[in-house]
């Protein structure tokens, strides 16, 4: 099933990037292997997987020592800052930076470990109250604040759009976040670069991708369901 699953969302990936005039390879697949167990994930390394998505620190910890160095692990969740020294040096990408505290614990952690520490300020797109993230209109006054940091490196932006049946209601919002990382790139802001856009879940990754994203984040379709009660 893993193996479909995986098929069928590289190739919705290909048909996105083609109506889109864009290239495969500009579109990274993450995929979101929360809940999963170890076992599950190394099935899908053994398909060709290495790059995976989680959003507890707990999770990434005992998970990254069960895989080789040439997985790259992304974290997606929200991020407490009192957990950020487990993780600082172990992930690829922090997507879900929302606070200059935030912000400033990560850069502590990567000064003690001597690591630049990528992250991407995470946007809430639609205002949702029961969302993290930066609204909109504030993201680039947080971002200047950032970039003054010295151990954490601003890559781009991250969304996650509403829940919604139709992804098609989903596309203005992506189109705002695409819209508002290129305003940003265009402040040419020293140690700020805006070539990442994490937008893109399970129920609405093509329109992303049609929209401009460069990282989708993809868990129920390639590993199914997830089970929260165990
Ligand atoms: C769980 C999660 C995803 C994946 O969601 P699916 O709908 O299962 O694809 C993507 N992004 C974030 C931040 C998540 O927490």
Redesign the pocket.
Known sequence: MLKENLDTVEKRIQEACDRSGRKREEVTLIA?S?TKPVEVLKEAYDLGVRVF?E?KVQELDVKIPEFSDDVAWHM??HLQRNKVKYIAGKVALI??VDSLRLAEEISKEGKKKDVVIPILIEVNAAGEESKFGVAPEETLSLVKEIAALENVQVKGLMT?APYVVDSEENRPYFRKIKDLSVDIAKENIDNVSMDILSMG???DYEVAIEEGATMV?????IFGE?DYSI
């Open positions: 979101v929360k998505g959003n997606i969740g997507h879900s996650i879940m399970t129920g984040r993809v868990g129920t379709g997830r």
